[in-house]
Antibody, heavy 119, light 109 residues
Framework: EVQLLESGGGLVQPGESLRLSCAASGFTFSIYAMSWVRQAPGKGLEWVSG????????HYADSVKGRFTISRDNSKNTLFLQVNSLRAEDTAVYYCARGQQWLVSFDYWGQGTLVTVSS | EIVLTQSPGTLSLSPGERATLSCRAS???????LAWYQQKPGQAPRLLIY???NRATGIPDKFSGSGSGTDFTLTISRLEPEDFAVYYCQQYGSSPEVTFGPGTKVDIK
């Protein structure tokens, strides 16, 4: 059974950083692209970042470029998102999602981790 | 950037009725790169349709997708209580870019 379990969210002040993690199980992690998708409270879905199976290709939404860094450790079946210089508008539930075919669609999602940015 | 517009914003229907949801793109989208998701309150999204018309694993055939170019449709043939949710379309484009529509809420009339 495919499982994705996010962790690392919390309450932080503007300008601070967090490292989000997503532990994957039930599939061969290293052959799948992975993404982070976020959802602000009461709002829609926003793709944040994606990474290829090997980790050699990464892409970001313009809204987070230069502040967020996606990475993965295939030996530990874990996906990461380093989020720096956080702003109030980054407040959201952050989901990790498995790419069905690169970033074309996402066939499995975790339950999400909440990041709240507030002073 | 391709912008997706979904209509209507809210669809109020009764169980047993047919639901037709629209997703319109600001530029042509390859049919291979259009997906639909269902999201219930407090839950993660679930992939329903990929490649515009292919049902994802375990998705019942009451859900169907169609369309091409800039106009795509998700149809739920007969609504059951568990189908009342928010539905999002999503496209993948070059650059690469990934965008979601704003969603259509299907609620009970």
């Amino acid at each position: 059974e495919v499982q994705l379990l996010e962790s690392g969210g919390g309450l932080v002040q503007p300008g601070e950083s967090l490292r989000l993690s997503c532990a994957a199980s039930g599939f061969t992690f290293s052959i799948y692209a992975m993404s982070w998708v976020r959802q602000a409270p009461g709002k829609g879905l926003e793709w944040v970042s994606g990474i290829s199976g090997s980790g050699s290709n990464t892409h970001y939404a313009d809204s987070v470029k230069g502040r967020f860094t996606i990475s993965r450790d295939n030996s530990k079946n874990t996906l990461f998102l380093q989020v720096n210089s956080l702003r109030a508008e980054d407040t959201a539930v952050y989901y990790c999602a498995r790419g069905q075919q690169w970033l074309v669609s996402f066939d499995y999602w975790g339950q999400g981790t909440l990041v709240t940015v507030s002073s | 950037e391709i912008v997706l517009t979904q209509s209507p914003g809210t669809l109020s229907l009764s169980p047993g009725e047919r639901a037709t949801l629209s997703c319109r793109a600001s530029q042509s989208v390859s049919s291979s790169y259009l997906a639909w998701y269902q999201q219930k309150p407090g839950q993660a999204p679930r992939l329903l349709i990929y490649g515009a018309s292919n049902r994802a694993t375990g998705i019942p055939d009451k859900f169907s997708g169609s369309g091409s170019g800039t106009d795509f449709t998700l149809t739920i043939s007969r609504l059951e209580p568990e189908d009342f949710a928010v539905y999002y379309c999503q496209q993948y484009g070059s650059s690469p870019e990934v965008t979601f529509g704003p969603g259509t809420k299907v609620d009970i009339k």
